[in-house]
């Protein structure tokens, strides 16, 4: 095949502190990346910029051009109408209300482009990739900074009545528990979510608890990762350990939720934390949730760690760009 027959698809993860995107030909090989940081205080039109220039860089790092390219899908982290292409409201992005961003790329790229919330299209990209789009129903859930999700139902994203189905971090958990960034309480995302398990273990330190963490990061574990999670765990802090178990149990208890509501084939779960815990979390997690979930109803139903990692993200957004432009 000569190289001008070629086509690829784009896939770019938006996030609040990098923009990541991936060049993927038609068998969903990764054929190059490029990586620049936000810059979300310069403004909106300068992060579209970026993301624009991201594009250049991707496609150039291999030797390719724009013509060549079918669709660029975007993973934006917010509120987005998947139908306009607008980004409604994004609370990592100050300034984002209402910005037509698939118009404005579109204008700077000339090539058809393709809009969704950035937990959906990772869930996306598992069903698609890891699974094959084999399963029929699929729920998937992302814990990192916050945690999000997706719902995919009947082989197709399931995004409800106004476009924003699928936050399951704010599944309440925990009546009268922590406060959630939503406003609410007790939210799974106020519960096992990175920000909610670092402050847990600060606010302990801060009481006087124990741990080898101050050891390894000083008394106000500045810079504190999950990888230092796992390494403290490892070396036997059994604070650190329990801390890590309470997480995965109210996910687990959201998960039994999930198993309930949608009897999906498969949860999948991913995100920084799972990537980092995984075998401190998942044990926990799953047992968790077999024990919530109405008795019967578990027949079948698998609960897995993603394997796509960090590269969830650009892998859904370059799927819902082939199906866009399919
Ligand atoms: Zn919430």
Redesign the pocket.
Known sequence: MADNQKEYYLGVDLGGTKILTGVFDTKFDLKGTSKLSTKAGRGVDAVIERIARGVKEAVDECDLSLSQVRGVGIGAPGAVDTETGKVIFAPNLPGWKDVPLKKELEKLLDVPVFLGNDCNVCTLGVFDQEFKAKPKHLVGIFIGTGIGGGLVVNGDLYCGHNLTAGEI??MVIEVNGPK???G?RG?L??LASRTAIFRKIESAVKDGQETLLTDMLGKDLKDMRSGDLRKAIRRGDKFVAKVIEEAAEFAGIGVANLINILNPEIVVVGGGVIEALQDEMMPTLVKTAKDHVMSGTMSGIEIKASKLGDNAGITGAAVLARRGTA
Request: charged share 10%; aromatic share 0%.
């Open positions: 971090g704010h959630c960034g939503c609410n939210c995302e106020a």
